[in-house]
């Protein structure tokens, strides 16, 4: 059985970081790892995945350079770094988990998580 669970996020002060982390079990080696975030009325976006098995990383423009992907695989963990974080990255952000090569397409993903908060406030 295949669960993520999203954690670390918060209220943060522009030009703050954060770490999230997505506990991702039992899911099979040739899954790619994504990070979507969706602000309210908006549609969710991708803006990082990671793909072990073809040691592959994709950024969205809107974040590279600011935030950092990484796996623990031997926890089955990835995390998303932040750092620079702006009012504009406030979204629920969720990891997914799509099958060989990373997507945007969000239909392409067979697993997520529950979502975690991140505001960006003064």
């Known amino acids: 059985q295949v669960q993520f669970v999203e954690s670390g996020g918060g209220l943060v002060q522009p030009g703050g970081s954060l770490r999230l982390s997505c506990a991702a079990s039992g899911l099979d080696y040739y899954y790619a790892v994504g990070w979507f975030r969706q602000a309210p009325g908006q549609e969710r976006e991708g803006i990082a995945c990671m793909s072990s098995s073809i040691d592959s990383i994709h950024y969205a423009v809107s974040v590279k350079g600011r935030f950092t992907i990484s796996e623990d695989n031997a926890k089955n963990m990835v995390y998303l770094q932040m750092n620079s974080l702006k009012p504009e990255d406030t979204a629920v952000y969720y990891c997914?988990?799509?099958?060989?090569?990373?997507?945007?397409?969000?239909?392409?993903?067979?697993?997520w998580g529950q979502g975690t908060q991140v505001t960006v406030s003064s």
């Open positions: 997914g988990a799509v099958a060989y090569v990373c997507s945007d397409q969000l239909n392409e993903y067979d697993y």
